[in-house]
């Protein structure tokens, strides 16, 4: 009698068990495999250990890098390039300091507390700005010419996937 899970899907005895195991073992071989001999031809033809190691870290992610991730966007929706993006940078980080002096070199102009969570909220958006910006040029999302910059403008800008 074959059992079966409430689902109505039935359970593996222990030869298909087995056999499924060893099958995705033998993919995970293969697949090490493989990336072990693009390193080593990747090393060989003259490209940075660095860059073979980001190409090896997407190929095991399989992520799709044609769009920023969610969080990339949001935190720079607006922003049609690098230059913009380091205004803002820049811009939080004057404001987080002065802030944050202000609250306490003057507590009587701006009152210690709030000054400094002022402060720390606007570093902590320069920062998130700044792994944003990172992640841009890691995965070479802005072009280097003015002409690839803005054929990215729209698909950088908008709020969801094409």
Known sequence: MERQLASGERWLDEHEAASFF????????????????LKESALEA????????????????R????????????????????EG???????????????????????????????LIA???????AASISAAIRWMERHAFWGATKGEQSSNVEDFCSNRPK
């Open 119 to 125: 402060g720390l909220w606007f570093l902590s958006c």
């Open 22 to 37: 060893e099958r995705t073992s033998e993919l995970e071989r293969e697949r090490l495999y493989r990336l072990t001999m």
């Open 85 to 115: 993006a380091m205004m803002w940078y820049r811009l939080l980080c004057i404001v987080g300091v002065v802030c944050s002096t202000l609250a306490v070199l003057k507590p009587t102009w701006l009152e210690t507390s709030w000054g």
């Open 63 to 82: 992520k799709d890098l044609s769009v920023p991730p969610d969080w990339v966007r949001f935190v720079l929706l607006g922003v049609p390039d690098r």
């Open 46 to 61: 003259g490209f940075g250990e660095e860059a073979v190691r980001m190409a090896a870290f997407e190929q095991i992610e």
